[in-house]
């Protein structure tokens, strides 16, 4: 499904699917990552970037989610 695996991933799926020569690979479900995005959104870097977004708040936020 679309909204699990993303527009590129699905259309290298059907593609796959279809017979064509595609690379192997993988592809993490949105769910994979669900826990990791939920931490993110609900702390005070994440809202202190949707208040101010600017390169100073987003390079703390990127440093938060390593």
Do not use: H, Y
């Amino acid at each position: 499904m679309l909204s699990q695996v993303g527009g590129k991933a699905k259309a290298l799926i059907e593609t796959t699917q279809a017979g064509f020569n595609v690379p192997e690979g993988f592809v993490p479900a949105v769910d994979f990552f669900r826990a990791w995005t939920d931490a993110i959104k609900s702390s005070d870097l994440w809202r202190e970037f949707l208040q101010a977004p600017g390169r100073d708040a987003c390079a703390a936020l990127q440093e938060e989610a390593r």
